[in-house]
T-cell receptor
């Protein structure tokens, strides 16, 4: 079974500051890891994913995440926050490319001018 | 269509009534997923269809919930005798050949039970 823990239901940053959203997972098999973003009244949009290979994954909108097996983490970062980054972010894990996604409870990112 | 389409976008229903939520997946996608997003609960898996295989119903919370997928395309999620705790956003996703790495989500149906 898989599970995901996202530390912090809300994270506040200033525009231009580093964004760090934390995700830790539990999986009995090598995981597939994902970050999704949800803007108000919208569905989920895939930001980035880790399946195999390079542990530093780059996604859309300048976001990246690093898979650290020893820490069972997949934290999401962006060097400089924009106002448009304000949204809810979900980390998810899957046991393979052909099973369902297990999501964390989400982190709301607030960006202030 | 270009993306996953869900209807209605909003639904208000009275407690005890039945509701049907519809999902039109991306053309050619053989896998279809339903998730529920509730305040404080995050995203919960409900059911997964893959081609002609028997669906994975392990996430359905009670026997009041059911789903079907006709012709391998459109899916309908039915909730019978709705309760207030069923109020949530119901999200549908589809992917090509069951590859969750390429799942695309619809905008969801917001269900409010009054």
């Amino acid at each position: 079974a898989q599970s995901v823990t996202q530390l912090g239901s809300h994270v506040s940053v200033s525009e231009g500051a580093l964004v760090l959203l934390r995700c830790n997972y539990s999986s009995s098999v090598p995981p597939y890891l994902f970050w999704y973003v949800q803007y108000p009244n919208q569905g989920l949009q895939l930001l980035l994913k880790y399946t195999t290979g390079a542990t530093l994954v780059k996604g859309i909108n300048g976001f990246e995440a690093e898979f650290k097996k020893s820490e069972t983490s997949f934290h999401l970062t962006k060097p400089s926050a924009h106002m448009s980054d304000a949204a809810e972010y979900f980390c998810a894990v899957s046991a393979s490319g052909y099973s369902t996604l297990t999501f964390g409870k989400g982190t709301m990112l607030l960006v202030s001018p | 269509g270009a993306g996953v389409s869900q209807s209605p976008s909003n639904k208000v229903t009275e407690k005890g009534k039945d509701v049907e939520l519809r999902c039109d997946p991306i053309s050619g996608h053989t896998a279809l997923y339903w998730y529920r997003q509730s305040l404080g609960q995050g995203l919960e898996f409900l059911i997964y269809f893959q081609g002609n295989s028997a669906p994975d119903k392990s996430g359905l919370p009670s026997d009041r919930f059911s789903a079907e997928r006709t012709g391998g395309s459109v899916s309908t999620l039915t909730i019978q005798r709705t309760q207030q705790e069923d109020s949530a956003v119901y999200l549908c996703a589809s992917s090509l050949e069951g590859g969750v790495t390429e799942a695309f989500f619809g905008q969801g149906t917001r269900l409010t039970v009054v």
